[in-house]
């Protein structure tokens, strides 16, 4: 991957430079110095930033509580909840209503383990 990719990859998620820092682990200035060419992109980073880029870009639903607590789930961990009966509650007992549905913004949807420890 070169570094105009690298990139490219990055603006068409629509995130900063310290965004995409945080979401891989490693700080600003190393993704300032992949894009410009300064450091290498290795092949494993290459691959992070894509398997990010793939996740980033699924559907999700955001719900909402009436606190302003939200999580994001994809349409099938929230399909999955409703056949199973079970539905996230904050730690007040509340309950999510969907608010919003579409591209992934820049946040990430709760994983499977996320969710059922909502759940408990």
């Not at 579409?102 to 969710?115: L, N, P, T």
């Amino acid at each position: 991957m070169t570094h105009t990719e690298y990139r490219s990859i990055r603006a068409a998620l629509g995130l900063t430079q310290a965004e995409i820092a945080k979401e891989l682990g490693v700080s600003r200035e190393t993704i300032n110095r992949r894009e410009s060419g300064e450091q290498p992109i290795t092949k494993e980073a290459g691959m992070s930033l894509h398997l990010l880029s793939q996740i980033q870009m699924e559907t999700v639903i955001t719900y909402s509580s009436p606190s302003g607590d939200k999580i994001h789930l994809t349409p099938g961990q929230a399909d999955r909840l409703r056949t199973q009966g079970k539905w996230p509650k904050t730690v007040l007992g509340e309950e999510y209503c969907q608010v919003s549905h579409g591209r992934h913004a820049g946040r990430r949807s709760f994983s499977d383990e996320e969710i059922e420890e909502r759940l408990r």
